[in-house]
């Protein structure tokens, strides 16, 4: 099993949608959260981290869930820039080694 | 300031070749990492520095070697491609202290096909 999964999509949603995408973790000692961006043949970058108490950054919301070992991301307003792959990302307690998912693609279309 | 920078950006080699990926940062950050990715599978750590002069295995060491030649370098080198490390390579950058976000910065990534 995959410690970190998620759903590889592609996930096609007109303009102005709401879309949601769940990760999953297995490692229950995974400490601190995040979602990264990658467009097409490009690096990857922070979006935003995940807090236990959710947080927010414009249209973006992130969500976690201990108990279910799960963490979300909601994009609200879909613009066509944010179509690129979307990577859960998490990290144990200790040392600063990052488990990534292997992404969610969306694709915003008008 | 350039942020993470890796040479170089394509490299085809044959089966049995040697080649080193460079890689430097100019934001004076301590750790530094040598992921590679491949299609359907997450970035995967290869090779990891926390500080200057340290190094340690990652989930995929095996075919590589590191050097942290300083604070802002560090090279992965390939001592003889196989055809199964075609990937894309990237190199990333963070500042490990009390109170840091932690964040990776990426550099652009090498594409390497061994053929």
Redesign the interface.
């Known amino acids: 099993r995959k410690e970190v999964e998620q759903d590889p999509g592609p996930f096609n949603v007109p303009e102005g949608a709401t879309v949601a995408f769940n990760c999953t973790y297995s490692n229950s000692a995974s400490q601190s959260f995040f979602w990264y961006r990658q467009d097409c043949r490009k690096e990857p970058k922070l979006l935003m981290s995940v807090y236990s108490s959710g947080n927010e950054d414009g249209r973006f919301t992130a969500q976690l869930n201990r108990a279910s070992q799960y963490i979300s991301l909601l994009i609200r307003d879909s613009k066509l820039s944010d179509s690129a792959t979307y990577l859960c990302v998490v990290k144990a307690k200790y040392g600063n080694k990052l488990v990534f998912g292997a992404g969610t693609i969306l694709r915003v279309k008008s | 300031n350039a942020g993470v920078t890796q040479t170089p950006k394509f490299q085809v080699l044959k089966t049995g070749q040697s080649m080193t990926l460079q890689c430097a940062q100019d934001m004076n950050h301590n750790?530094m990492y040598w992921?590679r990715q491949d299609p359907?599978?997450?970035?995967?750590?290869i090779y990891?520095s926390?500080s200057e002069g340290t190094t340690d295995k990652?989930e995929v060491p095996n075919g590589y070697n590191v050097s942290r030649l300083n604070k802002r370098e560090f090279s992965l080198r390939l001592e003889s491609a196989a055809p199964s490390q075609t990937s894309v390579y990237?190199c990333a950058s963070?500042e490990?202290s009390s109170g840091s976000?932690?964040?990776?910065y990426?550099?652009?990534?090498t594409r390497l096909t061994v053929l």
């Open positions: 750790s992921y359907g599978m997450g970035l995967r750590l990891y926390a990652g990237f963070s490990i976000t932690d964040t990776q990426f550099g652009p990534g």
